[in-house]
């Protein structure tokens, strides 16, 4: 008899151990820096932006460890938008490219309060960045990122809302005139989703 409660309890006990869900967010920055070069000798200027702020979505999974502490995890899709216009004194032309981009972010995270319903958070970490580039340009692949937020239950769902921010690195391969240049900090806000006993 005891053995057979032990075995029910094993699901259990990884239930309350790990859960796992879906992040979705938006960008609060832009993905790439403004900068525009005015090509005094060669009479081209280029002026390189972000043309769209868009969506963030991935999945995440956490690790909960005890007195308030856990290691979670996430990998979030972020289509990134490169606008260049192209000026000189016959006039002036557009260029688009797009960018896939998922971040991998590994946190320690600690909830302040162990109340039942809400709890806030705290959590830090390193990210890395994988980017399919349409020019020859490497994004900065690596960076360190700070977040915050509340963590709501309801029922077995756990809502947690979240201000992240990264400081990425320098970009690599970098063409000195050519203006592009990814945006070193960035702020998001995110939403998870999760499922925990």
Not at 51 to 68: N, Q, R, T
Not at 115 to 137: I, N, Q, Y
Request: glycine share 10%.
């Amino acid at each position: 008899m005891r053995i057979l409660l032990f075995l029910f309890a094993i699901p259990a006990a990884f239930g309350q151990l790990f859960s796992a869900g879906i992040k979705v967010g938006t960008p609060m920055t832009d993905s790439f820096a403004d900068i525009t070069s005015p090509g005094v000798s060669t009479g081209l200027s280029i002026h390189s932006f972000s043309d769209a702020k868009k969506f963030i979505v991935g999945p995440m999974v956490e690790l909960h460890l005890p007195f308030g502490f856990s290691i979670a995890a996430d990998g979030l899709y972020r289509p990134l938008r490169l606008t260049m216009i192209f000026a000189n004194r016959a006039g002036t032309g557009t260029n688009s490219a797009n960018y896939s981009s998922w971040e991998v972010t590994p946190v320690l995270r600690y909830r302040f309060l162990h109340t039942p319903l809400v709890k806030p958070f705290a959590e830090a970490g390193p990210s890395f960045r994988f980017v399919e580039s349409p020019l020859d340009h490497n994004l900065s692949d690596r960076g360190f990122t700070l977040g915050g937020g509340v963590e709501v239950k309801l029922l077995l769902i756990r809502i947690a809302p979240e201000l992240r921010f990264t400081r990425w690195g320098s970009d690599h391969n970098v063409v000195p005139t050519f203006p592009l240049q990814s945006g070193q900090n960035q702020a998001e806000f995110l939403v998870g989703v999760a499922f925990k006993p």
